[in-house]
């Protein structure tokens, strides 16, 4: 790997700067491959200092301006491809795929946010009294501080990042601990070498208890972004609620994935496979919950069975697999010890997997899962197909509705049927015949009304090799 310019450095108004470290390792193999500033309290204040006195002078820069600033941003780290897909691979664990859908989705993400920093600025709007002319203009927030989740650092990062600095924002940024360089250190030193003004863009990498919770509750943020778990997002909703900081969090759901009796089974056993294993079933999009009706219940679980058992699990950046690391120890054993053995011990059957060595979990289906299960209650984050049988579609409804989740499918012959299921579930997107497709959180409708996006499946599933 090349030498990283920002390797157990902060970026704090325009300069690296050296802190206290710690170890960054790859996933695979446990070998360090780099080191990551531990910013503390003063350093984030340091940091959203330097952005509020940035923020003014980037903001009155002409749109082309910023946009070229963003074109050399993106510039830098289409240079460095090929090594952000290894370093992507090492850092999180993912195989090659996920390593070339991360970094391609956050270059496509620069790019749009460029062309969109030069269209338009507003609108002309129906004057209330004759004579009168009512324009909206859209002018920048001002300072943003983002906390970004280590399964997709870079990706994440820049679907905040690009369209803050787009419209005339400025960024602190605080990647995960466990992936501070694809999420952090790499775009400090594409920001460097783009050009960009002294504390329009700051990073701040460190754990959560220090330099995470110092951002959070920051009073010098116009907005806090934030990607990851319920139980946090819940903590700062709750904490900016006190002086009604605005904030905006994309936190994690039970997702389901629903098998009608009419469904095809070959269509939906692909499917599964990607929804709940991709990653290592370590997204927010994840299913968590398969939920079938009971006259296609045992041949579901045969099928889907009989493709898990058939996933090479290893290492991604040295042997050719399907299914790379779990994240951590922590994760490894929160799925084995939290969800996987209690659902066992309260019933459930592993038709497969449910063994693990160091951070190999081997893909796990689960069959007779109840609701009481935690493989049914809890979001999974990690390679778990829990089956529950339901006798009835409006039973199958009911399950889904009872907890918070982000993108459901449904799968049934009549698409007509499966639409008619789709609009019931309370998720903003669901899939009819398909797995997820990241149509993502960013197309939600602001305000009081939830647009629920429906993607329906009409032609043969072009899926990955591995989940045939």
Request: aromatic share 6%.
């Given at each position: 790997?090349?030498?990283?310019?920002?390797?157990?450095?902060?970026?704090?108004?325009?300069?690296?700067?050296?802190?206290?470290?710690?170890?960054?390792?790859?996933?695979?193999?446990?070998?360090?491959?780099?080191?990551?500033?531990?910013?503390?309290?003063?350093?984030v204040d340091r940091a959203v200092t330097a952005a509020r006195a940035a923020q003014p002078g980037w903001a009155a820069l002409s749109a082309p301006e910023r946009a070229a600033h963003l074109d050399r941003f993106a510039a830098h780290l289409r240079g460095r491809y090929?090594?952000?897909?290894?370093?992507?691979?090492?850092?999180?664990?993912?195989?090659?795929?996920?390593?070339?859908?991360?970094?391609?989705?956050?270059?496509?993400?620069?790019?749009?946010?460029?062309?969109?920093?030069?269209?338009?600025?507003?609108?002309?709007?129906?004057?209330?009294?004759?004579?009168?002319?009512?324009?909206?203009?859209?002018?920048?927030?001002?300072?943003?501080?983002?906390?970004?989740?280590?399964?997709?650092?870079?990706?994440?990062?820049?679907?905040?990042?690009?369209?803050?600095?787009?419209?005339?924002?400025?960024?602190?940024?605080?990647?995960?601990e466990l992936t501070p360089i694809l999420g952090g250190q790499i775009l400090a030193e594409a920001a460097h070498h783009a050009g960009f003004p002294p504390g329009v863009f700051n990073l701040v990498t460190g754990d959560g208890p220090d330099a995470g919770h110092a951002?959070?509750?920051?009073?010098?943020?116009?907005?806090?972004?934030?990607?990851?778990?319920?139980?946090?997002?819940?903590?700062?909703?709750?904490?900016?609620?006190?002086?009604?900081?605005?904030?905006?969090?994309?936190?994690?759901?039970?997702?389901?994935?629903?098998?009608?009796?009419?469904?095809?089974?070959?269509?939906?056993?692909?499917?599964?496979?990607?929804?709940?294993?991709?990653?290592?079933?370590?997204?927010?999009?994840?299913?968590?919950?398969?939920?079938?009706?009971?006259?296609?219940?045992?041949?579901?679980?045969?099928?889907?069975?009989?493709?898990?058992?058939?996933?090479?699990?290893?290492?991604?950046?040295?042997?050719?697999?399907?299914?790379?690391?779990?994240?951590?120890?922590?994760?490894?054993?929160?799925?084995?010890?939290?969800?996987?053995?209690?659902?066992?011990?309260?019933?459930?059957?592993?038709?497969?997997?449910?063994?693990?060595?160091?951070?190999?979990?081997?893909?796990?289906?689960?069959?007779?899962?109840?609701?009481?299960?935690?493989?049914?209650?809890?979001?999974?984050?990690?390679?778990?197909?829990?089956?529950?049988?339901?006798?009835?579609?409006?039973?199958?409804?009911?399950?889904?509705?009872?907890?918070?989740?982000?993108?459901?499918?449904?799968?049934?012959?009549?698409?007509?049927?499966?639409?008619?299921?789709?609009?019931?579930?309370?998720?903003?997107?669901?899939?009819?015949?398909?797995?997820?497709?990241?149509?993502?959180?960013?197309?939600?409708?602001?305000?009081?009304?939830?647009?629920?996006?429906?993607?329906?499946?009409?032609?043969?599933?072009?899926?990955?090799?591995?989940?045939?």
């Open positions: 790997m090349t030498a990283s310019l920002a390797s157990g450095k902060l970026y704090i108004d325009g300069a690296f700067t050296p802190a206290t470290t710690g170890p960054v390792h790859e996933k695979a193999t446990g070998e360090q491959i780099g080191e990551y500033a531990q910013a503390t309290p003063a350093d090929d090594e952000l897909i290894d370093l992507s691979m090492r850092e999180t664990g993912g195989v090659r795929a996920k390593a070339e859908d991360e970094v391609s989705a956050g270059l496509r993400q620069l790019a749009i946010s460029s062309v969109q920093a030069t269209q338009s600025a507003g609108d002309i709007l129906q004057p209330y009294k004759a004579g009168k002319l009512s324009l909206s203009r859209a002018v920048p927030l001002g300072v943003i501080g983002i906390i970004t989740p280590w399964n997709y650092p870079l990706n994440l990062a820049m679907r905040a990042v690009a369209p803050g600095l787009a419209f005339g924002n400025t960024i602190v940024l605080k990647p995960a951002l959070a509750e920051h009073r010098g943020l116009d907005l806090l972004d934030f990607t990851g778990s319920r139980e946090v997002g819940l903590a700062i909703a709750a904490s900016a609620a006190t002086d009604l900081r605005q904030i905006r969090l994309e936190l994690g759901g039970s997702n389901a994935f629903v098998v009608l009796d009419d469904a095809d089974l070959d269509l939906a056993a692909s499917c599964a496979l990607i929804a709940s294993l991709e990653f290592q079933g370590q997204t927010c999009i994840s299913a968590s919950r398969h939920i079938v009706l009971r006259s296609v219940a045992d041949r579901y679980a045969e099928t889907v069975t009989q493709r898990v058992a058939a996933l090479r699990v290893g290492d991604p950046v040295r042997e050719d697999v399907d299914l790379g690391p779990l994240i951590s120890e922590t994760q490894r054993d929160r799925v084995h010890q939290t969800i996987v053995q209690p659902s066992i011990a309260k019933g459930a059957k592993a038709t497969t997997g449910g063994t693990y060595e160091g951070l190999f979990y081997r893909p796990t289906v689960l069959t007779g899962v109840t609701p009481d299960m935690p493989a049914f209650t809890e979001e999974i984050f990690g390679p778990v197909i829990p089956i529950t049988v339901v006798d009835s579609e409006e039973e199958a409804v009911a399950l889904v509705n009872g907890y918070p989740m982000l993108m459901n499918s449904v799968f049934s012959a009549d698409l007509i049927r499966g639409m008619t299921v789709a609009e019931r579930l309370q998720a903003g997107e669901v899939h009819v015949n398909d797995a997820h497709a990241r149509h993502g959180a960013e197309n939600q409708m602001p305000g009081f009304t939830r647009r629920q996006w429906i993607g329906v499946q009409r032609t043969p599933l072009d899926v990955p090799s591995w989940t045939r």
